[in-house]
């Protein structure tokens, strides 16, 4: 049932194995225009989390947190209207490519040189959870514990050689705490209404069952 899907999920599971299904956050410079994968404090070839705030790693350019902020909320409202046209996606993160057309080849995605296979989205579970994970990015607490899910497998190309020293890495979180209460209460707006549609339909089953 509807219920269900926003039922805490069990504790004793990972951030990685919760989230294995999300799509990642994708990021660009305004200044340099760079797009990369945004995971929260980690090490990353692309981005560094600095004590003040986000900074680009190809220009040196810090973001203002509105240009984070507005980035995310772009991000998030383009999956609510996946969610609402019932657009196939590919899902290769890397690639993006969103459509409604069925290729003759069955599933596999019309980008040119993707191995990706388009598949639809979104479930309200699936929507429901790609926005926990946009928050548990900005989570500090998570942050600190080093317990969000990977941004890359370690086989990746983009994959980092070394993770942030947990010293380094528990000064980061305090460091952007605020910066990241921001960008989680963007995520929580959206949150809030996904759960009230939810509770809402729950009340429609409730009264059908009812009669
Ligand atoms: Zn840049
Ligand atoms: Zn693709």
Same mark, same amino acid.
């Given at each position: 049932s509807s219920s269900d899907s926003l039922q805490p999920l !069990? &504790? &004793?599971? &990972?951030d990685e194995e919760r989230f294995k299904d999300v799509a990642s956050l994708t990021l660009q410079c305004p200044s340099c225009q760079q797009k990369f994968l945004f995971g929260g404090i980690v090490a990353s070839k692309r981005y560094q989390m600095s004590y003040s705030g986000l900074q680009c790693s190809s220009c040196q350019h810090t973001f203002a947190p509105l240009q984070m902020s507005a980035q995310l909320e772009s991000a998030i409202r383009s999956h609510i209207s996946m969610y609402y046209a019932g657009y196939l996606v590919c899902d =290769? &993160?890397? *690639?993006g490519n969103n459509t409604r057309q069925i290729s003759v080849f069955g599933? /596999? *995605? +019309?980008? !040119?040189n993707c191995m990706g296979v388009m598949r639809y989205r979104y479930t309200d579970k699936q929507l429901y959870n790609q926005l926990l994970y946009f928050e548990s990015l900005f989570d500090v607490e998570k942050n600190k514990k080093d317990a +969000?899910? %990977? +941004?890359? /497998? %370690? =086989?990746? %190309? =983009?994959? %980092? !050689?070394a993770k942030i020293p947990t010293s380094q890495l528990l000064a980061l979180g305090e460091q952007n705490r605020e910066l990241f209460q921001v960008m989680s209460s963007v995520v929580q707006k959206y949150l809030a209404n996904c759960a009230r549609r939810f509770v809402d339909m729950d009340a429609i089953f409730a009264f059908a069952v009812a009669n």
């Open positions: !069990e &504790s &004793s599971i &990972s =290769d &993160s890397t *690639c599933k /596999r *995605c +019309l980008s !040119e +969000l899910k %990977p +941004l890359y /497998r %370690p =086989d990746h %190309p =983009d994959a %980092p !050689e």
